[in-house]
């Protein structure tokens, strides 16, 4: 059972999420929240898999939220659900901790497959802002090389974690074994002095 908490303050959105979650097979809404305000209290009652999270709420952001959250509950996998397609928040949001990031114009089915994805290891995101972290990643890859020493392969295994794809999938790509997936990603994380996917591709996409 994937259990997922949804943090929207328009009310309408949220309670068609929470319905959509609750009606999915093997998936449970265990939170229904308008606000941040009290968001380290209340998640810590239900400790979901995974949060729904919108960028523009009252009070308190969806990026600072994220960081709120994975300060607290670094095991939660947050994905972003906004109407914003800007660089700025999409950076903002990975270089936070977001695991994702889905357009509110995205279909309900293709919301919860993407639940699903982040759950299995995935980094969902909607097609267009995909597009906008490759470009970004591209433009910076050359001095991640250099500045962290990867090799060939490794730069071409982070270049499949930025673009969503599971261990699985990755092994797939690239016709190796996972294990030796998972050997790659562990010398990459190593490299770049990270824990996590989110923490890797933040790494490369910040400021330099």
Request: aromatic fraction near 6%.
């Amino acid at each position: 059972m994937i259990k997922v908490a949804i943090i929207e303050d328009n009310n309408t959105l949220r309670n068609s999420l929470a319905n959509l979650f609750n009606k999915a097979d093997g998936m449970k809404c265990v939170a229904s929240l308008d606000n941040l305000l009290n968001v380290v209290s209340e998640i810590g009652k239900v400790l979901p898999d995974i949060i729904l999270m919108d960028i523009g709420l009252p009070h308190i952001s969806g990026i600072e939220g994220v960081r709120t959250v994975k300060s607290n509950f670094a095991q939660i996998h947050v994905l972003m659900f906004t109407v914003f397609e800007d660089d700025e928040k999409i950076f903002d949001a990975i270089r936070a901790g977001a695991s994702g990031y889905l357009l509110k114009k995205t279909p309900p089915e293709e919301i919860v497959a993407a639940i699903i994805e982040l759950y299995h290891g995935g980094a969902p995101m909607s097609a267009s802002i995909a597009r906008k972290v490759i470009q970004s990643f591209q433009s910076q890859i050359p001095s991640a090389v250099q500045d962290f020493q990867l090799t060939a392969r490794e730069k071409e295994i982070l270049y499949s974690l930025v673009d969503g794809l599971s261990y699985k999938k990755i092994a797939e790509k690239h016709f190796i074994s996972i294990s030796t997936i998972r050997t790659h990603i562990c010398n990459i994380y190593e490299k770049l002095h990270v824990n996590s996917k989110a923490e890797a591709v933040a790494k490369v996409l910040k400021p330099r």
